[in-house]
């Protein structure tokens, strides 16, 4: 495992706790390891070393990351599985347009620095401009065991998004057939036959005059599934221009894929996966 968790037993600031609880990083180290956005609190990066600690706060600290043009936090890592927090803007895998700025590429170059005949093999994928959770095997006979069983073996498939105005109702769930037509773009049609099952729960957790944030889950995981359906309930998530958003305030698309918990094949034990939420996702929320 490659994150050390804690529960905050008294209040303090940040800094203080982790020096007293990290033995092995010195000052410069802990304040390294905040400036990257590897300390998250409930589950939120938090990069100030002032900030206030309250008694059961859960503190998570990424103690590894791969280095590149994008900082990675490797969120868990052993003999068969390797699961990261893709930032935003990165692609899962390789396209005709691009070859080498992907994570698969990052996390290849990291396990071949270990030994030279590592390979890797991508298990899901994520949206380019989708940050969160992405699971990559060590071996292609563990890919197949996840990807032949997925739908069995995923438990919960959680993502933090912003929409653009306000929701018609505060939870709900949409049921839609998704198709993509020759452009790339998905959409829902009413022919069974042509489209593919997509089913999205949705709660809001926060709203203002132009934004809403909401707790999303999946029930499946076809290709734009939450961006299409957000946008076809007229509230596109931020950022998101393919699918009408016309507001870009984070600069990025603000959906991110929180929570994985998923059954691992080998042994069938429960793991879970957490991708602390962008701390920019609550800015615009702030009184």
């Not at 992405?134 to 438990?155: D, P, S, T």
């Not at 926060?206 to 889950?217: C, P, W």
Request: aromatic content about 8%.
């Amino acid at each position: 495992m490659n994150t050390l968790n804690f529960i905050v037993d008294k209040d303090c600031t940040l800094l203080e706790y982790l020096l007293l609880n990290i033995s092995n990083k010195s000052k410069n180290n802990i304040k390294a390891l905040l400036s990257i956005g590897n300390v998250s609190v409930n589950n939120i990066v938090i990069i100030k070393h002032n900030y206030k600690l309250k008694k059961n706060d859960k503190v998570t600290v990424f103690t590894k990351y791969i280095k590149s043009d994008f900082s990675i936090n490797i969120i868990y890592e052993d003999k068969d599985i390797i699961v990261i927090d893709k930032p935003s803007k990165l692609l899962s895998i390789a396209t005709s347009k691009e070859k080498n700025l992907t994570a698969y590429k990052l996390v290849m170059e990291y396990l071949k620095k270990q030994n030279k005949n590592n390979k890797i093999f991508i298990i899901h994928r994520l949206d380019r401009d989708t940050s969160g959770v992405l699971m990559f095997a060590k071996r292609e006979k563990i890919k197949k065991l996840y990807q032949e069983n997925w739908n069995n073996l995923v438990k919960k498939r959680g993502y933090i998004g912003i929409v653009e105005g306000s929701l018609k109702n505060k939870e709900g769930t949409i049921k839609t057939f998704l198709k993509e037509n020759k452009d790339g773009k998905v959409f829902s049609t009413p022919n069974q036959k042509e489209g593919k099952l997509a089913i999205t729960e949705y709660k809001l957790l926060k709203q203002n005059k132009k934004f809403s944030l909401l707790k999303i889950d999946i029930k499946t995981g076809r290709k734009n599934q939450i961006r299409v359906h957000m946008s076809e309930q007229n509230n596109p998530i931020l950022g998101d221009k393919k699918y009408g958003s016309v507001h870009n305030d984070l600069k990025r698309m603000a959906l991110h894929a929180y929570i994985l918990i998923i059954q691992n094949p080998m042994n069938n034990k429960i793991m879970n996966f957490v991708a602390p939420i962008p701390n920019d996702f609550f800015t615009l929320f702030k009184k």
